[in-house]
C-alpha cells in the first residue's frame, strides 16, 4: 500500500515554471515506478512522464519533451515534476501514480494522488 499526496499546482503564465512535488507514504516507495499523467476539462486522462524505481531511466510523452523533467528522492519518498517553458494546453489537473512496473494506460494503476490544479494563462 502506498499513499501519494500532489503539491505545487498554480496559476502561472505561459512561458513560466512550476515544481510539482508528490510525497509518498509507506516503506516501499523505492520499489515502485513513479508516473505523472493529467487530465484537462472534457479529456481523458493521459500520460505525461514516468521514472523508473531506480530513477534511471525516465520516459516522456512527445508533447512535453524538452520542457518537463521527472525526478525522485527515495530518501525522502518524493517525486517531482519540473515544468518549464510552460503553454496554455498544459493546464490540466494533474496526478501522480505508482505501480510496479511501467505502463502509460491509466487503468492499469491502483495508487493515485488527489491531483493538483495547473493554470497556465496566454
Known amino acids: 500500500q502506498v499513499q501519494l499526496v500532489e503539491s505545487g499546482g498554480g496559476l502561472v503564465q505561459a512561458g513560466g515554471s512550476l515544481r510539482l512535488s508528490c510525497a509518498a507514504s509507506?516503506?516501499?516507495?523505492?520499489?515502485?515506478?513513479m508516473h505523472w499523467f493529467r487530465q484537462a476539462p472534457g479529456k481523458e486522462r493521459e500520460f505525461v512522464a514516468r521514472?523508473?524505481?531506480?530513477?534511471?531511466?525516465?520516459v516522456y510523452a512527445d508533447s512535453v519533451k524538452g520542457r518537463f523533467t521527472i525526478s525522485r528522492d527515495n530518501a525522502k519518498n518524493t517525486a517531482y515534476l519540473q515544468m518549464n517553458s510552460l503553454k496554455p494546453e498544459d493546464t490540466a489537473v494533474y496526478y501522480c501514480?505508482?505501480?510496479?512496473?511501467?505502463?502509460?494506460?491509466?487503468?492499469?494503476?491502483?495508487?493515485w494522488g488527489q491531483g493538483t490544479q495547473v493554470t497556465v494563462s496566454s
Open positions: 501514480a505508482a505501480r510496479s512496473g511501467a505502463s502509460v494506460n491509466p487503468y492499469a494503476f491502483d495508487y
Open positions: 509507506g516503506r516501499t516507495f523505492s520499489s515502485y515506478y
Open positions: 521514472i523508473s524505481a531506480s530513477g534511471v531511466i525516465t
